[in-house]
Nanobody
Framework: QVQLVESGGRLVQTGGSLRLSCAASGGTFSTYAMGWFRQTPGKEREFVAADNRYGTNFYGHSARGRFTISRDNAEKKVYLQMNSLEPEDTALYYC????????????????WGQGTQVTVSS
């Protein structure tokens, strides 16, 4: 059983930056790939970024060029650095684990955190 806890979400102005963190416990962190998704009320969960454990990262259209996913296996954490934030980035951000590294399909993800709220003011 894997437990995930996200943190770092807060209110930020347009153009600002945030770094989200996701701490994992249980399981062997280095053996699974990680992903970030986001969701707003009434909409489906949207793929943001993912890694494949081997140093290759994947990004959703809205994140490409602005967001960066990274991981620290020793700390059992994955991060999402978000720059040039826009009001459209306002959402609840989730991290999740998968054995299908790089997948953008939330159905491929096994364990999810509770999310951290990011709000970008205009």
């Amino acid at each position: 059983q894997v437990q995930l806890v996200e943190s770092g979400g807060r209110l930020v102005q347009t153009g600002g930056s945030l770094r989200l963190s996701c701490a994992a416990s249980g399981g062997t962190f280095s053996t699974y790939a990680m992903g970030w998704f986001r969701q707003t009320p009434g909409k489906e969960r949207e793929f943001v970024a993912a890694d494949n454990r081997y140093g290759t990262n994947f990004y959703g259209h809205s994140a490409r060029g602005r967001f960066t996913i990274s991981r620290d296996n020793a700390e059992k954490k994955v991060y999402l650095q978000m720059n040039s934030l826009e009001p459209e980035d306002t959402a609840l951000y989730y991290c999740a684990t998968t054995q299908k590294g790089g997948s953008s399909d939330p159905n491929d993800y096994d364990y999810w955190g509770q999310g951290t709220q990011v709000t970008v003011s205009s």
